[in-house]
């Protein structure tokens, strides 16, 4: 971890230009095992798979440093094997903490005849072989042992059914510290609806419910949008493939996500929109309002006219970037006609699981 800070000015105690560098050793060793199983009479195969991942990092004292964009990593199973987080307690570059940890873990899943994942469970520890100094809770080291246990889970067995669950359970006490719930139905393209509870002891309890679906005109029949979704065409970008979108007839689709906070009864995001597909042109129309504070909120509107083919024009913010970003299976009316929806972000399912 190498860093250099060239600054016009520097507060209190600071230097205006400094160069930090701090070394990182990591070991990470995997293994995959596989079996055949029988269930309910079909035939499945059962895989092992265990990890151990060895972090070493000295402590440095970073006091003196800027602070821009660090912030506390989340701790789940992304996080803690991710090889994007650079082995670190914290998101950016301003603070590298000292870790001198084993993780451990294992996985096991059930495969369909087909190869596609059905069921998926998962457990992850880590243990900390000396006390960590430089972490996100504050001044106070976190003692040496072992940290909260992370219970993983997801599932699609249910044909258009997509579940998944994440535990994370405390040390001491074995009680819940955190737990995300998500279920999404997603009977074709162009077609999701799905609701997670999360839950943070002590701080928030939430309720988020997201949806994109055909709402007025030419709807695309299911047999239609499901032969798309398993179509080996690949479609270039302002590429329409044959037959990948309705007539110039038009159809409106209604998106949307709203998060409702248990603890203070009030709804603290809502995003909701329409997209209308004209043939040749497709417009969008989205509305979102962010609570700050109890009292205070802030509302944007965004705009967009996407020319197929040619170019997106948007006003204000990117409406699509924040339907990508917000709806858990958002499906692009035209471009990725031929990709199944993604996933939401909590699931534990690879990228590239076709639809059931």
Sequence with gaps: HSTNYDLDRAAGGERRSVTRTIPTFSL???TELERPVELFGHQLTQTLEPRVRYVRTPYRDQSMLPLFDSAPRDFNQYAIFSSDNN???FTGVDRISDANEITMGATSRLLNERGTETLRFGVVQKWLLSDQRLNPNGTEPIKAGLSDMLLLGSTHVIP??????????GADNQATQQATLGARFSPGAWRTIGAT????????????????WPLAGRKPPLQEVMSLASSTDVAKPGQILSGSAPSCGGTWYTVGRVVYDKRDHRFTNTLAGVEYDAGCWIGRFVM???ALGQSEATTRLMFQLELIGLSRLALGSNPLRTLQD???GYRLLRDDAQQPPALAPQQFLDDDTPLP
């Design 28 to 30: 990470d060793a995997r």
């Design 160 to 169: 258009n059914w997509y579940l998944d669950g994440t535990v994370q359970l």
């Design 197 to 212: 509870y999360r839950y943070n002891r002590d701080k928030s309890e939430q309720i988020e419910i997201g949806w994109q």
């Design 326 to 328: 917000n709806i858990p």
């Design 87 to 89: 082995d670190n307690a």
């Design 288 to 290: 979102e309002r962010v």
